[in-house]
């Protein structure tokens, strides 16, 4: 088991940037890829970036590419999702998840196992 806690959401002008954190506990955080999704009301979740259980190995959805940076620290269990250039179709609820790493990076949401409870990120125009 891991738990999934995430922060740094908030509300932000369009341009502006935010840094969302989520930090786990459990079991070792290194063996697991990591994956933030998003949520916006009415809408389905969707995939926004995953990265190795190393950091080494990142995927981007293609709106985000060039203005979001997935990142993780394992000597801190965290992992981090630096959000730059933001729009106003940014806003949603964001969501860090987490699945045992297999040696490929997932973008589908139902193959990831441990979820945090979301943070809130609002942006205005």
């Known amino acids: 088991q891991v738990q999934l806690v995430e922060s740094g959401g908030g509300l932000v002008q369009a341009g502006g940037s935010l840094r969302l954190s989520c930090a786990a506990s459990?079991?070792?955080?290194?063996?697991?890829?990591m994956g933030w999704f998003r949520q916006a009301p009415g809408k389905e979740r969707e995939f926004v970036a995953a990265l190795s259980w190393s950091g080494s190995y990142t995927y981007y959805t293609n709106s985000v590419k060039g203005r979001f940076t997935i990142s993780r620290d394992n000597a801190k269990n965290t992992v981090y999702l630096q959000m730059n250039s933001l729009k106003p179709d940014d806003t949603a609820a964001y969501y860090c998840?987490?699945?045992?790493?297999?040696?490929?990076?997932?973008?589908?949401?139902?193959?990831?196992?441990?979820w945090g409870q979301g943070t809130q990120v609002t942006v205005s125009s």
């Open positions: 998840a987490a699945r045992d790493w297999d040696g490929t990076i997932y973008s589908d949401r139902n193959l990831y196992k441990y």
């Open positions: 459990g079991r070792t955080f290194s063996r697991y890829a």
